[in-house]
């Protein structure tokens, strides 16, 4: 374990691992379960997961979706009518044998994905033409019964959303396959301050049962990539397993077309891993719990003024929408300083006795410019200016993280036209190779570089050649983007 800073958490420098799992605790995120792989998400990290919720939610509202509930359980004959959906989950299910103090007749799937209830759901209610489109959308959890848990990025138990939408033709499905693709990609970038990689997964990466899967893919501060939130067409798949049909305007009985689409709390693994430093969380503003703190300093009685001021400050913070905290704790303002930037405050705001006199406050940045001891600098703001200056200056952290995350990922990425360089690209960030979409060659590259395809970028220039690593004709027109991921 490497040196820790003053709130004991190792550099994200010297070690990404340690620096991750104990940042998690630190910032007071969430913590383990009691059975293995499961998390407690608490109530800071249960906010960020709150919000972009709230968000996602309402961009799936303005595009015609419903909310909707369906069971935990699932009986385990519905995840068999679909074989390659039940091969693929296969490995991850848990399953109830015994409920009541009795052995179940047929056992129970504790929902690993909702396609096959959905699916029988959707064969009792689709019955004409007339009944399509369905779009609907859960907020839920699942299970799947993990190896190698990590607290957000891989647990036994999540929460995610999960649309599921049917539709008469391929045409229609195709079209809702790739507008929620297209919402996945802004709301990450506008919200989370993300830039991805978006494109198609090889078929050996696909869903199982999907015809097509969209994937956006992040580079973390690490390099490696983070599957973000993927879009399925699923094609008539679940509709023959499930028979749902419906009767056209010929009244011809067709099977509909079928899609599905989610993001989960991996997205807070996300946040965490693309934005961090050696100081700890490095929050975009509009996933931010707090987005400003208001730091009062004094001692005794010279601390009472500052404080009152304080909280007539945030008064105005919050009636001009920005979610703001006084921190008045006992505690030196280091400390203070010290907790708030480990748990990724946007903008720490300062306010002593000469402050005070002058009516006016400091004001830092989490990421920012700093000076020449490596402190950040500080801007003096009016009282009377400060509930325009903090949301104006909150937009232009949003961007500047983003700019900084582009720049990041660019400067990890590259085309890769050998294996020797294909070889060192993966080792820092992602490669762009031409490659033969054969699944064994995909598996040969896994064991020999421990990376995979993510996606065949759908902005991607046209190109063929010979794959990168077997010499055999590329399979796509286009390069895939291959990385080491989470």
């Known amino acids: 374990m490497g040196k820790q800073n003053e709130l004991g958490v190792t550099p994200m420098s010297e070690d990404v691992s340690a620096w991750y799992n104990e940042l998690v605790f630190k910032a007071e995120l969430a913590d383990r379960g009691p059975a293995k792989g499961t998390m407690v998400i608490r109530p800071y990290g249960y906010r960020i997961w709150e919000l972009l919720q709230e968000q996602l939610d309402q961009r799936f509202k303005d595009t015609g979706h419903e909310n909707a509930y369906f069971p935990l359980f699932i009986p385990q004959s519905y995840l068999q009518r679909e074989a390659d959906h039940v091969e693929g989950f296969a490995p991850e299910l848990a399953v109830v044998t015994h409920g009541g103090g009795k ?60 649309g599921h939408t049917a539709h008469a033709d391929e045409a229609d499905a195709m079209e809702e396959t790739l507008k929620m693709f297209g919402v996945y990609q802004e709301f990450v970038r506008n919200v989370a301050a993300i830039p991805m990689v978006a494109g198609e997964k090889t078929p050996g990466e696909r869903f199982a049962g999907a015809v097509r899967t969209y994937t956006i893919e992040g580079m973390m501060r690490d390099g490696k990539a983070l599957q973000s939130g993927t879009s399925h067409y699923l094609g008539t798949n679940f509709a023959k397993a499930f028979d749902i049909t419906f009767q056209d305007r010929d009244n011809e009985v067709r099977h509909v077309h079928t899609t599905s689409w989610g993001m989960s709390t991996r997205m807070v693994g996300a946040v965490i891993l693309a934005h961090g430093d050696d100081a700890g969380l490095v929050l975009p503003p509009r996933l931010a719990p707090i987005q400003a703190v208001l730091v009062p300093i004094g001692r005794g009685d010279q601390g009472d003024a500052p404080r009152t001021k304080a909280y007539e400050l945030a008064d105005r913070l919050r009636a001009a929408g920005v979610r703001v905290h006084v921190d008045d704790r006992d505690a030196s303002p280091g400390f203070r300083f010290n907790d708030w930037e480990l748990k990724g405050v946007p903008l720490r705001i300062e306010l002593g006795p000469r402050d005070l006199e002058a009516e006016q406050v400091l004001v830092a940045q989490r990421v920012g410019e700093v000076d020449d001891r490596g402190r950040p600098v500080k801007e003096a703001v009016g009282f009377d200016a400060l509930a325009t200056f903090v949301p104006e200056r909150l937009d232009a952290y949003h961007d500047q993280l983003l700019q900084r995350a582009i720049a990041f990922r660019d400067e990890h990425s590259g085309p890769a036209d050998d294996w020797a360089t294909f070889g060192s690209l993966v080792e820092r960030g992602f490669a762009a190779a031409l490659h033969c979409g054969r699944t064994v060659c995909e598996d040969d590259v896994k064991a020999r570089t421990g990376a995979t395809p993510r996606c065949i970028p759908t902005d991607g220039a046209d190109e063929r050649g010979p794959c990168v690593a077997c010499g055999e004709p590329s399979a796509y027109g286009k390069r895939v983007v291959f990385a080491k991921a989470y």
Request: charged share 25%.
């Open 103 to 162: 052995e179940l007749e047929e056992p129970l799937v504790v929902r690993p994905t909702s396609e096959t209830v959905i699916g029988e759901m959707y064969s009792r209610w689709i019955a004409s033409y007339r009944d399509l489109p369905v779009l609907i959308n859960a907020w839920n959890n699942v299970v799947r019964w993990e190896l190698r848990p990590r607290i957000f990025l891989r647990t036994t138990e999540f929460l995610w959303q999960e």
